[in-house]
């Protein structure tokens, strides 16, 4: 056989084994080496190893972390701000409630009971409750539940100068004050007020503990916290 055909065909086969190895991934195959010298010939092979090659994504890499990072304590320091916001709020109104002073005025103040003279025996009183409904010193008792201020006497003013729901704070010295509200009406007081006389008749159980009550006398201050509901 011709020498220069064969060296051509061993070529040939050398190729046709290097791209069959590198269709299936063999990492480790022979290379075939051919030798022609003059009319001598030697073929031999030899190792190549191949190592895998590993491409990273280093931006996916980094997508991942921070959808992986999880997000935490927010909510909580949420939640344990909210009951400190909401101290600072209730404690600035009630702050503004107990400094306010709408009018200040000089009254004379005295006790009665719902069974005074000229009452009606049921206790009812003249102004109906901010929701419509009577209130009864019998039934019901000598304080009335403010929505604003709590629980607050009951007082009969004049009904000229203070509408129904007036809250009042009734103070002098040596005395502890008493915050009330306006819920009776007396001609006794109505007819001082046409005088130039402010009167306030604060409401007890019976005219026995008005006597005991020790809130009797001129020269009471009256501050004014609210007009009307």
Not at 29 to 43: H, P, Q
Request: net charge negative; aromatic share 8%; with cysteine.
């Amino acid at each position: 056989m011709n020498i220069y055909l064969l060296e051509h065909l061993l070529r040939w086969i050398g190729m046709l084994f290097v791209s069959f190895i590198s269709i299936f991934n063999v990492g480790t195959y022979e290379e075939y080496v051919l030798s022609v010298d003059n009319k001598n010939m030697s073929f031999g092979t030899s190792i190549v190893n191949h190592q895998p090659i590993v491409l990273q994504n280093s931006k996916e890499e980094e997508v991942q972390q921070e959808i992986q990072t999880p997000i935490v304590n927010e909510p909580q320091q949420i939640k344990e701000e909210k009951p400190i916001i909401k101290e600072e709020i209730t404690k600035n109104i009630t702050e503004q409630v107990e400094t306010t002073n709408l009018e200040v005025m000089t009254a004379k103040v005295t006790g009665y009971g719902s069974d005074c003279q000229g009452c009606s025996g049921t206790g009812n009183l003249a102004c109906r409750t901010k929701s419509g409904s009577k209130h009864s010193l019998i039934t019901n008792g000598i304080y009335y539940n403010d929505d604003t201020y709590g629980n607050v006497r009951i007082v009969a003013a004049a009904k000229q100068k203070f509408p129904c729901g007036t809250v009042i704070e009734i103070s002098k010295a040596g005395q502890q004050s008493i915050l009330a509200i306006v819920m009776d009406r007396g001609a006794s007081m109505n007819n001082a007020y046409s005088n130039g006389i402010i009167w306030i008749d604060l409401a007890y159980a019976t005219i026995a503990d008005a006597k005991q009550g020790g809130v009797s006398g001129l020269d009471y201050q009256i501050n004014v916290k609210r007009w009307g509901w």
